[in-house]
C-alpha cells in the first residue's frame, strides 16, 4: 500500500533540472508532496487531486497522472535550498489515510 | 496561526520501561495523525484520529503501543514496554478535514531506546 518513489537519490549542480516520480498500486484519491530536511519535520510543498491535474509553486511542480495512479515532482532551475528529502504521500479512494513512500534525498551542490 | 506541538523533543530510556509523547494540533483540525519516522525512512503511519474517533490503527502494534485523543483535541501516544526498534522519530501532524487537505507537522520526539 506504500507509495513507492524513484530514485532514491540526486545530486545535482545548482540550476539543474530534477524530477521525482511517485507511484501507487491502489487507485488514488489525491497526492500530497512534502519536502523535510536534515534534523526537521516535513514541509507541505502541494497537494494534486484526482482529475490529472498540475500545479505549480515557483519552480517546482507536479502532475498526477489517475489511470497510472503515478505522480512526478519537477524541481526546475534547482536552488541550493531545495535540498533535503521529499516524499510523496497519497491518500487511497474512500479512505482517510495519508500513507508516505521511503523518500528522494536531492542534494544540490554549488 | 500557532503550529502542532509535541513534547517532549527527545526521550532516552531503557528497554522495557515505558514513555508517553504528547501532541496538541493545530485549533479546529478535526485530523491527528502519529507516524513513527525510522532514521532514512518515510514517516509510517501508526494512527489517525478524526475528531474523537479512530481511522485507521491498522501499523500501530496493539501489544505494546497505545493512543488516544481526549475531546478531540489534545492526543498521546504510549509505549509499553519499549523496545530497541521503537527508536526513531514520532511525528504527530494535523489538518483541517483528513482528506485532501494539508498535513502540518510538529517538531517531532526523538526516541532512543537503549
Known amino acids: 500500500q506504500q507509495p513507492v518513489q524513484s530514485p532514491q537519490a540526486v545530486i545535482l549542480r545548482e540550476g539543474e533540472d530534477a524530477v521525482i516520480n511517485c507511484s501507487s498500486s491502489k487507485a488514488l484519491y489525491s497526492v500530497h508532496w512534502y519536502r523535510q530536511k536534515h534534523g526537521e519535520a516535513p514541509v507541505f510543498l502541494m497537494i494534486l487531486l484526482k482529475g490529472g491535474e498540475q500545479k505549480g509553486h515557483d519552480k517546482i511542480s507536479a502532475s498526477f497522472n489517475e489511470k497510472k495512479q503515478q505522480s512526478s515532482l519537477y524541481l526546475t532551475a534547482s536552488q541550493l535550498s531545495y535540498s533535503g528529502t521529499y516524499f510523496c504521500?497519497?491518500?487511497?479512494?474512500?479512505?482517510?489515510?495519508?500513507?508516505f513512500g521511503s523518500g528522494t534525498r536531492l542534494l544540490v551542490r554549488p | 496561526e500557532a503550529g502542532v506541538a509535541q513534547s517532549p523533543r527527545y526521550k532516552i530510556i531503557e528497554k522495557r520501561q515505558s514513555v508517553a509523547f504528547w501532541c496538541n494540533p493545530i485549533?479546529?483540525?478535526?485530523?491527528l495523525y502519529w507516524y513513527q519516522q525510522i532514521l532514512g525512512q518515510g514517516p509510517k503511519l501508526l494512527i489517525q484520529?478524526?475528531?474523537?474517533?479512530?481511522?485507521?490503527d491498522s501499523q500501530l502494534p496493539k501489544d505494546r503501543f497505545s493512543a488516544e485523543r481526549l475531546k478531540g483535541v489534545d492526543s498521546t501516544l504510549k509505549i509499553q514496554p519499549a523496545k530497541l526498534e521503537d527508536s526513531a522519530v514520532y511525528l504527530c501532524a494535523s489538518s483541517l478535514m483528513g482528506q485532501n487537505t494539508e498535513a502540518f507537522f510538529g517538531q517531532g520526539t526523538r526516541l532512543t531506546v537503549v
Open positions: 484520529f478524526q475528531n474523537n474517533g479512530v481511522v485507521d
Open positions: 485549533s479546529g483540525h478535526a485530523t
Open positions: 504521500g497519497t491518500e487511497p479512494d474512500s479512505s482517510y489515510k495519508l500513507i
